[in-house]
């Protein structure tokens, strides 16, 4: 059933075969060597504003950067910025030049701490409900929404980043958890290969 599938490029994580592998109906990458940070604290949503980025107003929901970056926000007083592919050097600023001071605004790496796999494909929910509780159809689940909840008995923080012309899926899942969920991945994408 898999034997349509295109490996496309080597893995930034050792564990991996394949970094992108599309099936013609589905195609999954390992976004993980892309820039990602995260910013906690009664403070943080306002330091983040202070430095140019446009916040989602409430939990759950994300929006884009005029950089092709990402601001996700995950409660009241916790943020996840994930970078495009043509600007990491955003992300990796913010790290270098976060400071502690009297705010309460605290730095969270996430790029040891998070794998980040994207989804692609008209059928990523069809494929996502054998996996997930929550209902991930374009109707429920529109783009901006974030979800976190439980993807193959695991934790996971699914993004809907779809674009007009590209659906897709953001999937964050603990690192240790990566090679894992790549498996499941793949086994699910196999009833839809064309």
């Known amino acids: 059933m898999m034997q349509n599938m295109h490996v496309l490029a080597a893995g930034p994580l050792d564990h ?21 940070v995260g910013f906690r604290g009664r403070h943080a949503a306002w330091y983040l504003q202070q430095r140019g980025f446009v916040l989602p107003d409430q939990p759950n929901q994300c929006c884009w950067q005029s950089d092709g970056s990402l601001v996700a926000r995950l409660s009241q007083t916790e943020f996840l910025i994930l970078a495009a592919d043509n600007a990491p050097s955003r992300i990796q ?57 439980s993807v193959a008995r695991a934790n996971a923080l699914i993004i809907n980043a779809s674009l007009p ?23 699910a994408m196999a009833e839809f290969a064309r």
């Open 93 to 149: 600023h913010e790290e270098q030049s976060w400071q502690m001071n009297e705010l309460s605004c605290f730095m969270l790496p996430r790029q040891d701490t998070h794998a980040w796999l994207a989804i692609n494909g008209a059928q990523q929910a069809a494929m996502m409900a054998k996996l997930c509780a929550v209902d991930l159809s374009s109707d429920k689940f529109l783009p901006g929404a974030v979800a976190q909840t």
């Open 16 to 36: 991996l075969e394949a970094a992108s592998i599309d099936n013609g109906a589905i195609a999954l990458h390992d976004s993980s060597h892309q820039a990602r």
């Open 165 to 187: 012309d590209d659906e897709q899926f953001w999937l964050l899942v603990d690192y240790s958890m990566a090679a894992y969920f790549w498996d499941v991945l793949l086994d």
